[in-house]
């Protein structure tokens, strides 16, 4: 089935750094990607779709400015968490559709900011 | 605006049948999915139902009635490996975008 990687697994970081987090599918070529985020005990929320060789387009109340969102190439998307705060601790997970199931999910980036 | 409601937590026991339940609001509709999550990984697909009706894929079945705005996961011969989170997620009608239940924490007693 199709595989999505997201690299890394975990992070920690000193506040105030910036941390990049790549989704890259492996089997098949994803035009559009999802990068969600999920608090503890939280639902997943969007924070915005990567569109391949285009700006990405934010959700409401996400800033552009500090979560850079990066779509070179037909098979990676890469989300910059930058200027780093502890509020930004957080689950982070990408996403792309491929078939009738929907979501192929990556594994996910739990970032711990100190 | 879109809404999807799911129970926070349900507890059950090794061996019995947990019905999961699910209602939503959504403009446009474009089929339901169940996904299973377990604490620190990533969601994995169960099933995708688009047409009312029961699905039945083994231990796990999913029921949709689109008038009733209405779903829920079914888990039969409950295991302890099922202790997990089980979200309810429906697309945004015309986008890929999908909206998330909160998700409904199982825990599996033996």
């Known amino acids: 089935g199709a595989v999505v990687s997201q690299h890394p697994s975990w992070v920690i970081c000193k506040s105030g750094t910036s941390v990049k987090i790549e989704c890259r599918s492996l089997?098949?070529?994803?035009?559009?990607m999802f990068w969600y985020r999920q608090f503890p005990k939280q639902s997943l929320m969007l924070m915005a779709t990567?569109?391949?060789?285009?700006?990405?387009?934010?959700e409401q109340g996400v800033e552009k400015d500090k979560f850079l969102i990066n779509h070179a190439s037909l098979t990676l998307s890469t989300l910059t968490v930058t200027s780093a705060h502890p509020e930004d601790s957080s689950f982070y997970i990408c996403s792309a559709v491929r078939d009738s199931e929907g979501y192929t999910f990556g594994s996910g980036t739990r970032l711990t900011v100190v | 605006g879109q809404n999807i409601d799911q129970p926070t937590e349900m507890t059950a026991t090794e061996g019995a049948i947990v019905q999961i339940n699910c209602t939503y609001q959504t403009s446009g509709f474009n089929g339901l999915f169940w996904y299973q999550q377990h604490a620190g990984e990533a969601p994995t697909f169960l099933s995708y139902?688009?047409?009312?009706g029961l699905e039945e894929k083994g231990r796990f079945s999913s029921f949709l009635s689109r008038s009733k705005g209405y779903s829920y996961l079914l888990l039969k011969e409950l295991q302890m490996k099922d202790s997990a989170s089980y979200l309810c997620a429906a697309p945004v009608s015309g986008t890929y975008k999908y909206i998330f239940g909160k998700g409904t924490r199982l825990k599996v007693l033996a």
């Open positions: 990567s569109n391949e060789g285009s700006k990405a387009t934010y």
């Open positions: 089997d098949f070529q994803a035009t559009t």
């Open positions: 139902n688009v047409l009312d």
